[in-house]
């Protein structure tokens, strides 16, 4: 079992940077895939960015490149997304999700995480 928490959610001028934390329990954190993904009101959970259990490959939406960051530190269980240059269409609750091992192709797919967190809301201001 894996429980995951985030944080770091809030509310922010267009233009502005977040960083959001999704901290795992459990000793296996370092053997999973971690993936953001984004859900705002009336619409679909899409996909933002997953890294790998080793943090050696990443993938992102095309919305998100070149703006968000995901990166990982297994000595403290811990995942982030690190978020710049937010625009209003980037509101959204935002959760955190773990897997197995997840080939990057399949890194977009919900369906390929196992545990998720409850959430955190990200609110851009434009």
């Known amino acids: 079992q894996v429980q995951l928490v985030e944080s770091g959610g809030g509310l922010v001028q267009a233009g502005g940077s977040l960083r959001l934390s999704c901290a795992a329990s459990?000793?296996?954190?370092?053997?999973?895939?971690m993936g953001w993904f984004r859900q705002a009101p009336g619409k679909e959970r899409e996909f933002v960015a997953a890294?790998?259990?080793?943090?050696?490959?990443?993938s992102y939406a095309d919305s998100v490149k070149g703006r968000f960051t995901i990166s990982r530190d297994n000595a403290k269980n811990t995942v982030y997304l690190q978020m710049n240059s937010l625009k209003f269409e980037d509101t959204a609750v935002y959760y955190c999700?773990?897997?197995?091992?997840?080939?990057?192709?399949?890194?977009?797919?919900?369906?390929?995480?196992?545990?998720w967190g409850q959430g955190t809301q990200v609110t851009v201001s434009s």
């Open positions: 999700a773990a897997g197995g091992l997840i080939p990057i192709e399949s890194m977009p797919n919900l369906k390929s995480y196992t545990y």
């Open positions: 459990g000793r296996t954190f370092s053997s999973y895939a």
């Open positions: 890294v790998s259990w080793s943090g050696g490959s990443t």
